[in-house]
């Protein structure tokens, strides 16, 4: 990717007192403008202020596309929509990392890369066995994939573009494996190896769901239903932790160090935590009638309590990924034959009620992809702790897909933001027997 390929026809004034400047104004394929501000301070002695990064292109990127107004997400300019019905996981892997959906030639070799790739070093499970039992799953996830480095040295050369691919393969491909490690070791059952004849989402399913005492088979659907599930969540342009993976990365930091410092920032319950956060807290609502008290409690300022699952940075919509994920929802209890889950029943009323509420409606709340996903993943047969686990497996190929990017962009540099300093002036250092 050339440095910037955003292109600059247009000018921002800025006038501060008797002085203006001119400042470029980039704009990309489609989607907001852009005031280029690399140069602001060199020519003011001024730096802009976002601490939350509201109104901020932290880099140009080629990946993901957002459109929060309209609910509109596209993977390389292909609606989550269409990649989530039509194709499945691995491609969505391929398009993501190349840029392009696969031939039918090109999609056989990288499944069959990624596929053998699968295992991990032996001696990383005895990295598991210094855990806790009950250790958090996302705790083990983090440090294992941060050990990745002790155990990977062939692929760390960010340098080597066969090495940065390595690496990418290596880390979409064990990803489940060491998911799938993390609970199993939290449940006191033996890890399971993956089956190089069984598709991605059936590998996973069956790494976390067999014992070695009967055969075990995925059942379609629901191999299906996890696959969708890591389409949708397998990307989402510069969220947190893929600024996270982008700011590590930006210091040379490898691969795995890079995506352990995502997982680490993905854990937090505003953001992938979120699922786990949701499922607990529909459990705390405990039933319709409930539902009341509770969004006068999400409204209250005084009150910490929020609706978790609601709300998004950027939608001011509705989440596309949250539709297809209450779809998928269905399609997985009525395959299980679920016919009634309260916790399903407590989602859509507290999500019926929050619509046609002023305040959800005024500040443009609406469900997230986190919202239905727990319902799904519990249904599923996983505890609450790993819903972020999965998060965290499939947004493995978004982290390293933008990483890779951000290395391959000749205009890389070191992150490194300022601030404004509010603390005290300089001050004189005054002796122990003299303070008061
Ligand atoms: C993910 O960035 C991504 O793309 C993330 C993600 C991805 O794929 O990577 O999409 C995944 O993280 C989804 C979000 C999961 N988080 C949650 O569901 C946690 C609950 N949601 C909120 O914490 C919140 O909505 C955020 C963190 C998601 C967004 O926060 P913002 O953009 O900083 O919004 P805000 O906190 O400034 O809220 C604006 C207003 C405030 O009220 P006022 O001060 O204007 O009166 O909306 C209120 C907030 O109090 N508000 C909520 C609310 N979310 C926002 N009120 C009640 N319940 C909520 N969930």
């Not at 019905?85 to 999609?107: H, M, N, V, W």
């Not at 205009?411 to 005054?430: E, F, H, K, N, S």
Request: hydrophobic share 40%; with cysteine; charged share 20%.
């Amino acid at each position: 990717m050339d440095a910037i390929n955003g292109t600059s026809a247009k000018t921002a004034k800025l006038t501060i007192g008797e002085t203006s400047w001119d400042l470029p104004v980039l704009s990309g394929t489609i989607g907001p403008d852009v005031v280029d501000i690399g140069k602001l301070y060199g020519q003011t002695g001024m730096f802009t202020y976002d601490p939350g990064f509201t109104s901020t292109a932290s880099c140009e990127s080629q990946i993901t596309y957002i459109d929060g107004d309209e609910g509109i997400l596209l993977y390389r300019g292909y609606p989550i929509e269409q990649l989530a019905e039509s194709g499945d996981f691995l491609e969505t892997c391929y398009l993501l990392l190349y840029g392009e959906l696969p031939t039918a030639a090109q999609k056989a070799d990288f499944d069959y890369r990624v596929t053998r790739h699968t295992m991990v070093h032996e001696q990383m499970s005895r990295f598991f066995h210094g855990f806790r039992r009950d250790a958090h799953p996302m705790a083990v996830l983090v440090a294992s994939v941060g050990a990745m480095s002790a155990f990977y040295h062939d692929s760390t050369d960010i340098s080597d573009p066969q090495q940065r691919m390595i690496a990418s393969i290596r880390m979409i491909a064990k990803m489940p494996t060491l998911a799938a490690m993390a609970y199993k070791y939290s449940i006191g059952q033996p890890f399971v190896y993956p089956k190089n004849e069984l598709d991605y989402a059936s590998n996973f399913l069956r790494m976390c769901f067999s014992v070695p005492c009967e055969e075990y088979k995925a059942n379609p659907v629901l191999s299906r239903a996890i696959d969708k599930i890591f389409i949708l969540h397998a990307d989402h342009e510069q969220n947190a932790s893929t600024s996270t993976v982008r700011l590590a990365g930006s210091s040379g930091a490898n691969p795995f160090a890079c995506i352990a410092a995502g997982i680490a920032c993905l854990w937090g319950p505003a953001h992938g935590g979120a699922n786990e956060a949701a499922l607990k807290m529909l459990g705390e609502i405990g039933s319709v009638d409930r539902i009341p008290e509770y969004i006068k409690r999400a409204k209250d300022k005084n009150d910490p309590f929020r609706l978790m699952g609601f709300g998004h940075r950027v939608y001011k919509n509705y989440d596309p990924r949250a539709k297809i994920m209450q779809k998928t929802c269905h399609e997985v209890l009525g395959e299980l034959g679920i016919k009634d889950d309260p916790l399903l029943d407590i989602a859509v009323e507290l999500e019926r009620i929050a619509l046609q509420d002023e305040y959800f409606v005024e500040r443009k709340l609406y469900p997230n992809i986190d919202f239905y996903s727990g319902i799904t993943l519990r249904a599923l047969g996983f505890p609450t702790s790993m819903f972020t686990v999965l998060f965290a497996l499939a947004r493995t190929v978004g982290w390293i897909g933008q990483w890779k990017e951000m290395i391959e962009d000749p205009g890389q540099r070191i992150g490194r933001p300022r601030q404004l300093y509010t603390g005290a002036a300089q001050r004189d250092y005054v002796p122990i027997a003299r303070r008061k």
